[in-house]
C-alpha cells in the first residue's frame, strides 16, 4: 500500500506542476519537475526511504525564499500570484526529496493542491482544464489511501508499543473493494457538487475576491499594441496562442462560411509620428458617447446615426476575446454601426470620433463576447483632417478643434516628401493635393503601395543609429522591416503630399476552422496596415505590406497535423465559450434566474455583500505589491479558518457517530478471515461498553482503556482487561485459547447496573 500511495502522490505532484507550467506558460517548469520525480521515486524504492541532508534541505528552502522576496519586489501587481506559484513550486519539488513519512506525504499532497489553485488563477487554457480533469481524482484517490495508509502505520506503532509484531495478513485483498467504492464515491460527490457550485457560483465573485493579481491570458512576445515604437533591435518571436474567435452572421444571426479573403479586424488608428522616438500615436483624444444609445436585455448600442446608413446588407460579426483587459478595444471589421453585448456588459463604451473606433472600459478581464455590425459604404460624417506641418503632442483629455487637424513632420521639406514627389511625378499623377480628386487620390496611394511592395519583410529589427529617424532608414537605408515598417511608411509619404492616411493596428486572420464554424485569431495574426481618405467620408484600406508575409493567415496547415490543429481549436473554443466565460446570462439560461428581471435572489444579494465587503477590505489595504500580499496573506487565513472549523465539528461528529456504532471495529474487521468468527467477542464488548458511556476512544489502546475503567471500578477494568488480552493472545499470538465468555456474562452484567449514558 505504501508504494502505491508514493506512487499517487508524486504523480499529482508532478501534475500540479504540469498545470503550472501550462498556466504561466513556463514548461521548463515540468521539465525540472520530471527531472525531481525521477531522483524523488529512486529516493523511496528503498526501505527506509532516503532523504537529503536537512541542512541541504533548509538551504534550498531558504534560497527559495529570497527568490520570492526578490520576485515581489521587482513585480508588478498582476505578477504577485505567478511569483507566490513560482515559489510553492520549487518548494514542491524540494519536498519531492524529502518522503521519509506519511507526514512528509501529507505536505506534499497539501503542497500540490497550492500550486494547483495558483494555476487556475494564472490562467485557463483548454490544456489546463485536461490536467485538472486528470488530477482531481488523483487527489482524492491519493487522500483517501493516505488515510487508510496512516491508520496502518499508527496500528502498527501502537502494537510495537505493547511487544507485539503486526503479522503480514491478507489485509490488502480485504480492503481494496471498501477502498475503491471509497474512491468512486468521493469523485462522483465532487463532480455533482462541483457542477452545482460551477452553475451557482457568480464567475464575478472570483475577481472581486482575487483582483488582478494572476498573469494576464493570453501573454506572449508578438501581440496587439495601441501605439507603435519604431526603432527597437532584436527578432520578433511568433506564438500561436489563440486570443479570439469570430464567427460571420447573416442579418437573421445565421452563420456564414469564410469570406474570399483575410479578415480585418480594426482595433486603434495611429496618425501623429514623432520622429525623434519613433513613436506613432493618436493625434486626437476627443471621444464622444454612442448617439441615441439604446440598451435592452442585451445592451444593444447603437454607434452611428441610422440615417446615415446606407442600403447596403451590413455584415455582422461574433467577436470572442479570451482575455480582454481594463482599457479594451472593441474589434470590428470595416466601419461598426452598431454592438450588441450578451450579458449586460456593455459599459463603459467610448467612439472615437476622429476614425469610428471603439473601447470599452471595464473592472473585468476575463472573456469578452459581443456582435458588431459594419457597413462597407459607410460615409464618415467627420470633416476631414487637414494636415499641417509642425506636430504638436497632446495632453491628456485635450480635444480637437473643428475640422481636426493633424501634426505632420511630412509635410515639410525632407527627405521623404522629395521620395514622395519622385514617385508621384514618374506615375503622372499632380502631387498638389487641391487638384486631385478621388481617382487621382486611389492612384497616388497605389503608387506608394507598389513601392514599397517591393521591400523584404522580416521579424528581424535593426536599431537605427544615433540620431538617425528609424522610418527614414526603412525607407532608405534597410529597405527591410515587419508590418509596422511598411504602414508607418505608406502613412508617410502619403501625408507629405497632403493626402490624409493613418496607421490601423489590429488582427488580420484567414484561417477558418470549419469543424468550429469561425476564424481562429491568433497573437501572431496582431498585424498593421493604413487608411488612406479618398475623398470626404471616404476612408479605403490598403495593405502595404508584401502579400507573401502575410500567407501564414491564409488557411492555415493542411494534412493530418492540420486537422489534429483545427480540431483542438474548436474544443478550445467550446471550452473558452462554454466553461471559462460562463457568466450570469449563462447561468440564467440553466436556472431560469435574471437578477434585473424581478426581484433580487438571496444569492444575487449574497454576491452584492460580497462585493461591498471585499471592496471595503481592499480600500483598508495599502497599495502596492505590499497591500496585494498583505489582501491574499488575509484570505488565505480567512479560507484556512473555515477550513479548520470544518475539520474540528466534523471530527467530532464523526467520534460520536463511530463510539455510537462500536469504536474500535475496524481493528476487528481487518483481522484475517480464519480468525473472525473467533474474534466475534471483541466487538460485542465494544458495543457493550459504548451503550453504557464507556466506549473505548479509537486513540487509547485496550490495555490502557482497562486501566481507566479500573480506576472507577476495579472489577469492570480487570474484566475489560481479560477480554483484550485474549483478544491480543488470539488475534496476534495466533493463541488457540476459547472466546471468555465468562468474562463477558459478567461484564454484561456489571454493565446493565449502570444507568444508559445520556444522549442515547
Known amino acids: 500500500m505504501l508504494p502505491a500511495l508514493r506512487a499517487l502522490t508524486l504523480t499529482t505532484a508532478i501534475l500540479s506542476l504540469a498545470a503550472f507550467g501550462i498556466a504561466d506558460e513556463k514548461p521548463f517548469v515540468l521539465l525540472l519537475g520530471l527531472v525531481v520525480s525521477l531522483i524523488s521515486w529512486g529516493m523511496t524504492r528503498v526501505e527506509p526511504a532516503r532523504a537529503l541532508p536537512r541542512a541541504v534541505l533548509n538551504l534550498m528552502v531558504g534560497a527559495a525564499t529570497l527568490y520570492l522576496a526578490l520576485a515581489l519586489l521587482s513585480s508588478r501587481q498582476d505578477t504577485v500570484i505567478s511569483s507566490l506559484t513560482d515559489f510553492l513550486a520549487l518548494v514542491l519539488m524540494i519536498k519531492m526529496l524529502d518522503r521519509g513519512s506519511m507526514r512528509d506525504e501529507a505536505q506534499l499532497m497539501t503542497l500540490s493542491v497550492f500550486v494547483v489553485i495558483g494555476s487556475v488563477l494564472s490562467g485557463a487554457q483548454l490544456a489546463l482544464g485536461a490536467v485538472l480533469v486528470l488530477y482531481t481524482p488523483l487527489m482524492i484517490a491519493a487522500v483517501v489511501l493516505w488515510q487508510v495508509a496512516a491508520g496502518h502505520e499508527r496500528a502498527a506503532q501502537r502494537a510495537r508499543a505493547v511487544g507485539v509484531e503486526t503479522p503480514a495478513g491478507a489485509r490488502g485483498e480485504r480492503i481494496m473493494r471498501p477502498l475503491l467504492t471509497t474512491i468512486v464515491l468521493a469523485v462522483g460527490l465532487t463532480l455533482v457538487t462541483g457542477a452545482v457550485a460551477f452553475v451557482v457560483t457568480p464567475r464575478a465573485m472570483i475577481p472581486g475576491i482575487t483582483g488582478q493579481w494572476g498573469r494576464p491570458m493570453p501573454g506572449a512576445t508578438t501581440g496587439y499594441h495601441e501605439q507603435i515604437q519604431l526603432g527597437n533591435a532584436g527578432l520578433i518571436s511568433q506564438s500561436g496562442t489563440p486570443v479570439g474567435e469570430v464567427r460571420l452572421l447573416t442579418a437573421r444571426g445565421e452563420p456564414m462560411g469564410p469570406a474570399d479573403q483575410p479578415l480585418y479586424l480594426r482595433g486603434t488608428t495611429l496618425d501623429l509620428y514623432d520622429p525623434r522616438t519613433g513613436l506613432w500615436k493618436r493625434s486626437s483624444t476627443e471621444t464622444r458617447q454612442p448617439p441615441g444609445s439604446r440598451r435592452d436585455d442585451d445592451s444593444l448600442i447603437t454607434l452611428q446615426e441610422p440615417s446615415r446608413l446606407s442600403s447596403r446588407a451590413p455584415i455582422f460579426q461574433e467577436v470572442t476575446l479570451r482575455s480582454g483587459r481594463q482599457s479594451q478595444p472593441i474589434f470590428a471589421a470595416l466601419m461598426p454601426v452598431s454592438v450588441r453585448f450578451p450579458g449586460g456588459t456593455g459599459d463603459g463604451i467610448k467612439v472615437y470620433r476622429a476614425d469610428g473606433t471603439l473601447s470599452r472600459s471595464s473592472a473585468s478581464t476575463g472573456q469578452l463576447s459581443y456582435v458588431v455590425e459594419s457597413r462597407a459604404d459607410y460615409i464618415d460624417p467627420s470633416p476631414p483632417p487637414v494636415m499641417t506641418d509642425e ?71 535593426v536599431a537605427p543609429e544615433e540620431g538617425q529617424d528609424p522610418l527614414q532608414m526603412f525607407l532608405f537605408t534597410t529597405r527591410r522591416g515587419h508590418c509596422e515598417y511598411f504602414a508607418a511608411g505608406m502613412v508617410a509619404l502619403c501625408q507629405s503630399v497632403g493626402l490624409p492616411a493613418r496607421i490601423v493596428t489590429g488582427y488580420v486572420s484567414g484561417e477558418y476552422n470549419s469543424m468550429g464554424g469561425h476564424y481562429v485569431v491568433r497573437e501572431s495574426d496582431a498585424h498593421a496596415w493604413v487608411e488612406v481618405l479618398l475623398q470626404p467620408g471616404r476612408w479605403e484600406t490598403f495593405d502595404p505590406t508584401p502579400p507573401d508575409s502575410l500567407q501564414h493567415v491564409q488557411r492555415g496547415s493542411g494534412g493530418v497535423l492540420g486537422w489534429l490543429r483545427r480540431l483542438y481549436d474548436a474544443i478550445e473554443f467550446s471550452w473558452a465559450s462554454n466553461v471559462i466565460s460562463f457568466d450570469s446570462q449563462r447561468r440564467a439560461e440553466i436556472i431560469n434566474w435574471n437578477p434585473q428581471v424581478g426581484d433580487p435572489t438571496p444569492l444575487y444579494n449574497l454576491r452584492r455583500s460580497v462585493n461591498r465587503a471585499t471592496s471595503w477590505l481592499r480600500g483598508l489595504m495599502p497599495e502596492g505589491v505590499l497591500g496585494s500580499v498583505l489582501t491574499i496573506v488575509l484570505g488565505v487565513c480567512l479560507i484556512a479558518g473555515a477550513g479548520i472549523m470544518v475539520w474540528v465539528v466534523g471530527r467530532g461528529l464523526a467520534r460520536r457517530w463511530r463510539a455510537g456504532r462500536g469504536a474500535g471495529q475496524a481493528e476487528y474487521t481487518l483481522a484475517p478471515p480464519e480468525l473472525a468468527s473467533r474474534l466475534a467477542f471483541y466487538p460485542r464488548m465494544l458495543e457493550m461498553l459504548a451503550r453504557r458511556g464507556r466506549g473505548k476512544p479509537d486513540s487509547v489502546p485496550p490495555m490502557t482503556h482497562a486501566a481507566a475503567l479500573a480506576q472507577s471500578d476495579p472489577r469492570m477494568g480487570e474484566l475489560v482487561g481479560s477480554v483484550a488480552d485474549r483478544y491480543y493472545r488470539i488475534r496476534f499470538g495466533r493463541d488457540d485459547a476459547a472466546a471468555p465468555d465468562p468474562e463477558l456474562n459478567e461484564l454484561r452484567a456489571r454493565l446493565d447496573d449502570l444507568p444508559p449514558a445520556r444522549g442515547r
Open 391 to 461: 506636430p504638436r503632442p497632446v495632453q491628456e483629455g485635450e480635444t480637437s478643434p473643428e475640422p481636426a487637424t493633424v501634426g505632420s513632420p511630412f509635410t515639410r521639406p525632407g527627405p521623404i516628401r522629395d521620395l514622395a514627389l519622385t514617385l508621384l511625378g514618374q506615375a503622372g499623377v499632380s502631387p498638389d493635393p487641391a487638384k486631385r480628386e478621388a481617382p487621382e487620390n486611389r492612384r497616388a496611394a497605389t503608387v506608394f503601395l507598389n513601392h514599397l511592395r517591393g521591400f523584404e519583410y522580416t521579424l528581424e529589427m
